[in-house]
């Protein structure tokens, strides 16, 4: 069955560096998203993206997040200067136009000291 | 305001028994959609479960059914016969916009189910 599939598992960083976390969605998907989760908290939506354009942000999505897809297959989200926190489970999901379902990646774990 | 409140942020339930995880949402929105995810302690996000602002029925997938009731709002996930791997987290969350919208998920802090044997 296909999968989302995300990379790193886990990102250990120094405050102030830049990460890119890297999912790859499932091949006939349209719509692509990130989340997060701080640690025992709820789930946030961060960002959606659509036909090589974000179609959503949350507050959270602020201008030190970005998002592409680089390669028609990769989907990334780049913290510019990660603080503290930004530590979090950060979560890739997918899904085409006609299912319901979000397809949700493992998820990477980003540590940030 | 929140838009999905679960009101139990943990239960217990004796192994081979039912259980209810109570969600409640609000929007505006006539059209939207009610997930429900299992997340075990290794952090995936597993789907459960879909229900439909306009469905008829109660969704239901296998030992996992949604009890809807519109009018209160509300979407309770009921587990029948729960087994030890049904400990974990689980996460009602709403889209609002019928089938075909593809807007973020809204989630809820979370029920964390433990199965006693």
């Known amino acids: 069955e296909p999968e989302v599939t995300q990379t790193p598992s886990h990102q250990v960083t120094q405050m102030g560096q830049e990460v890119i976390l890297r999912c790859v969605p499932i091949s006939n998907h349209l719509y692509f998203y990130w989340y997060r989760q701080i640690l025992g908290q709820k789930v946030e939506f961060l960002v959606s993206?659509?036909?090589?354009?974000?179609?959503?942000k949350s507050e959270i999505f602020d201008d030190q997040f970005s998002v592409e897809r680089p390669d028609g297959s990769n989907f990334t989200l780049k913290i510019r200067s990660t603080k503290l926190e930004d530590s979090a489970m950060y979560f890739c999901a997918s899904v085409v136009p006609t299912y319901n379902e979000q397809f949700f990646g493992p998820g990477t774990r980003l540590t940030v000291l | 305001a929140q838009k999905i409140t679960q009101t139990q942020p943990g239960m217990f339930v004796q192994e081979k028994e039912a259980v209810t995880l109570d969600c409640t949402y609000d929007?505006?929105?006539?059209?939207?959609?009610l997930f429900w995810y299992k997340q075990p302690s290794s952090g995936e996000m597993i789907f459960l479960i879909y229900?439909?602002?306009?469905?008829?029925q109660n969704a239901t997938e296998g030992r996992y059914s949604l009890n809807f009731q519109k009018a209160r709002k509300s979407a309770n996930l009921v587990i029948s016969a729960s087994q030890l791997g049904d400990s974990a987290m689980y996460f009602c969350a709403m889209r609002e916009g019928g089938l075909g919208s593809q807007g973020n998920l809204i989630f809820g802090k979370g029920t964390k189910l433990s199965v006693k044997p």
């Open positions: 229900q439909g602002s306009y469905d008829q």
């Open positions: 929007t505006s929105d006539p059209s939207y959609g």
């Open positions: 993206f659509y036909n090589n354009e974000i179609s959503e």
